[in-house]
């Protein structure tokens, strides 16, 4: 099992980090956990396209999230002609998110796209779902209520990862992360109050109530600094990196 970081940073940018996209490998399958407004060229970089990919895990809509996925789309139909199904796993609704997004960048382009074979299975609150070779369970957390935050489980040829999407700090973080032997958790604070993120310094304040193997920081703001980064007792995510596992 390998996953690869096609980008782990904010909405900004901030420490010239992509937006949010993890590339999760199967011995079958590819699948993108989000796909933000950079996944696409991010994609491109590591020689791959949108042909390569059998599926999109969204953890909530907002654009370094889920911003990518017209442009995906739209090299699936239009470029690639895409002809095996693309599965598209997220909170409820994405059709008309991804609608209205496509209408926002590429006005009435979306109702003419040649048709794909799209598969659509949502998840939402406390919920368990399976597809392919996958088991999903989602937990809801705390970000902006109309971005449908959630935190979720896969479990896939007996490995467990896990992924905190968005969220403010919740003891429920413990329910998304046990027993995972990858938790990536977002800490776009460092020690600074406010809302919708994680601070990384309640990370480490809870650490030892934490059961998963390794944990590792993506996410990062602007209240990072480059000697908090180099102290930081967790690991961080690059762009670029490779975790097998």
Not at 57 to 66: A, N, T, V
Not at 105 to 115: A, G
Request: proline share 4%; glycine share 8%; net charge negative.
């Amino acid at each position: 099992m390998r996953i690869k970081i096609l980008g782990c940073g904010d909405a900004f940018g901030t420490w010239g980090r992509l937006n949010t996209c993890f590339l999760l490998e199967t011995s079958t399958h590819r699948y993108a956990i989000d796909f933000g407004a950079t996944s696409m060229p991010a994609l491109k970089s590591i020689g791959l396209d949108s042909n390569d990919i059998d599926g999109i895990i969204l953890s909530h809509f907002h654009g370094d999230h889920y911003g990518g996925v017209t442009n995906f789309l739209l090299e699936a139909a239009l470029i690639k002609k895409r002809e095996k199904p693309l599965w598209i796993v997220s909170p409820p609704n994405v059709e008309s998110m991804i609608k209205k997004l496509s209408d926002a960048l590429y006005p009435t382009i979306y109702e003419h796209l040649p048709e794909i074979d799209l598969r659509f299975f949502y998840y939402s609150n406390d919920n368990q779902i399976s597809f392919n070779e996958i088991e999903l369970h989602s937990f809801p957390l705390i970000h902006s209520a109309g971005s449908s935050p959630h935190g979720f489980r896969i479990k896939v040829e007996n490995r467990l990862f896990a992924f905190s999407g968005d969220t403010e700090w919740t003891d429920d973080l413990f329910k998304v992360s046990d027993g995972a032997d990858i938790f990536i958790c977002e800490a776009n604070y460092y020690d600074k109050e406010g809302p919708g993120h994680l601070r990384y310094v309640d990370i480490i304040k809870n650490l030892k109530k934490f059961n998963c193997d390794n944990i590792y920081i993506s996410h990062l703001g602007e209240d990072w600094s480059k000697e908090k980064m180099e102290s930081a007792e967790l690991s961080l995510l690059e762009d670029g990196q490779v975790i097998d596992f």
